[in-house]
């Protein structure tokens, strides 16, 4: 039998999908599947290699132990006060896809509304956080990463992209973050404190909810979505890790 000694009972999801690839017979014991998998799921999976490169980076890795250089820190901090300002108008491109294109009875706008509000906020605390670490944030120079990164968002705001391949770009930009700074915040973490309060600003729960709504609203789109969108969507994805690892490397080396 394929219950792995389970008795009957229903084994945990998990298990249930690595059964599924052992057990030939296993869809015709009557055991169901207990959820769909979406197509953020296959993407996560497929592609965890890049996925982990990006949320648990040397960078972070390094803020998690303990030991960070906090001159890597303070040019992380003023690089990604420049990638945020460009993250703005990407944001608002966004939202105004998601005005237009859908009906919007899932309440789109209202989550990237809410995305939008925050970086208001996140651009006060960059302020305040660069007086506090003595960074001068008039002065600082994008350096390359950063450049193709913010191309890269510009590009995107094109109202050729459409809404739900903007959608997977915004949706994975924020969840690494979420992701690698939440890793910061476990238990067993030795993250120096007066580096906590910035793990919190996109390690926190709520923040990690709203990257499930952005998740959702994604997977709902693919589901509909033709397959030239859905190969672009995840080359747009592919790219978005990409970047994300130069962006760390970047602050990391500080080159
Ligand atoms: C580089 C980068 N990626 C993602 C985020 C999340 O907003 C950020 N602030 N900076």
């Known amino acids: 039998m394929c219950d792995g000694g389970n008795q009957g009972k229903k084994p945990a999801f998990k298990t249930q999908f690595k059964k599924q690839q052992f057990c030939r017979n296993w869809l015709h014991t009557g055991i169901q599947m207990q959820a769909k998998i979406t197509v953020t799921e ?33 040019t992380w901090l003023g690089q990604d006060y420049i990638f945020v300002r460009a993250f703005v108008p990407f944001v608002a491109s966004v939202l105004t896809k998601a005005y237009k294109g859908s009906d919007d009875g899932n309440g789109d706008v209202e989550v990237i509304l809410g995305g939008v509000a925050a970086l208001h906020d996140e651009i006060s605390w960059f302020k305040k956080e660069a ?84 998740r959702n609203i994604v997977d709902r789109q693919l589901e509909k979505a033709s397959d030239d969108v859905i190969t672009k969507a995840e080359a747009t994805l592919l790219r978005v890790l990409e970047h994300e690892v130069d962006f760390w490397n970047m602050s990391h080396r500080r080159t």
């Open 131 to 214: 007086f506090k670490w003595g960074v001068q944030l008039s002065s600082i120079v994008p350096q390359k990463a950063n450049q193709e990164y913010c191309r890269f968002l510009e590009s995107l705001i094109s109202p050729e992209v459409e809404y739900t391949v903007a959608a997977v770009a915004f949706w994975a930009i924020e969840t690494i973050y979420q992701e690698s700074f939440a890793h910061c915040l476990e238990d067993d973490s030795k993250t120096p404190p007066e580096l906590k309060e910035t793990c919190q600003r996109w390690g926190n729960e709520s923040f990690g909810e709203y990257c499930n709504s952005l």
């Open 42 to 74: 296959t993407w996560l999976r497929k592609h965890r290699h890049l996925y982990d490169g990006a949320t648990r980076h040397p960078f972070i890795r390094s803020i998690r132990d303990g030991n960070i250089d906090i001159s890597a820190f303070k």
